[in-house]
């Protein structure tokens, strides 16, 4: 991934003028994927004020991947401070250096457990957000999936950290009947739908069965096989609906037989 400094010119202006029009900058950028947290910091030196990104790819922050709103907060920095915001690359982010966006992707999985809740179907990488048609093509949005995946990101921390939410959280992210899973399963019908390209539903599986019951797992939609013999714990999908278009992964907490 690559970083990059916004850089304002606050010559002629307080910083606290522009912090409003910083935050709903950020969080259209974050909102597309250009930048993969929509948490910042504001950095004010001498005349400066500098806010740091990390970007999935070089050309992340090309406009043609903006949102509706973005050119305008842009417009409106450049008003109040009398210069256009400036993007100053600043090298390679080390905590994700190996990462590379896939250049060809002919599938694509929805996956809530990441940064970007697209993996590419054939490699299993993450896929930037804005490679994806606009599912609100009259904001150049991504809003339905962003609310899908702000939820599920919220059920993991609360299945993560908080006993008390612990099952209902769990139950949402596995169950094929709950109302997240029924929002990812329309999700993955209209990315299909707009891309052309076959898309799966990642249904998680934190299953506390024995590890030789687990291959019997049938899919929850067919009632088919969906095992993917040879499969291991550290494949990130062992098992496979091509019917349903639906994947899954082997538990991490199936016990041992014996």
Known sequence: ??????????????????????????????????????????IARENELRIPVTCPEENSLNPRYYHKFIPGYFDKLHRITGKPVEIRPTGRALDFIYYEAPEEVTSYILYGESWTPIRCGDSCVAVPLYRLPFLEPAYNSYQPLNSWHSAYQTL???????????????????????????????????????????????????????E???????????????????????????????????????????????
């Open 156 to 210: 993991q921390s609360l299945w993560t950290v908080y006993d008390a939410g612990e099952a209902y959280a769990l139950a949402q992210m596995q169950e094929i009947d709950s109302p997240l899973t029924r929002q990812g399963l329309e999700l993955r019908r209209q990315i299909e739908e707009l891309t052309g390209m076959p898309t799966y539903y990642f249904l998680e599986n934190r299953r506390e069965w024995h």
């Open 1 to 42: 991934m690559y970083t990059f400094d916004l850089i304002l010119d606050i010559s002629q202006v307080e910083p606290e003028d522009i912090f409003g029009e910083c935050e709903y900058l950020i969080s259209y950028l974050n909102a597309n994927g250009q930048i993969i947290s929509e948490d910042y910091q504001l």
């Open 212 to 258: 030789s019951e687990e291959p019997g797992w049938k899919c929850p939609l067919t009632g088919k096989d969906w095992f993917i013999p040879g499969s291991t714990f550290n494949d990130f999908i062992g098992f496979r609906s091509e019917e349903a278009r639906l994947v899954s992964g082997r538990s991490s907490l199936a016990k041992r037989d014996g």
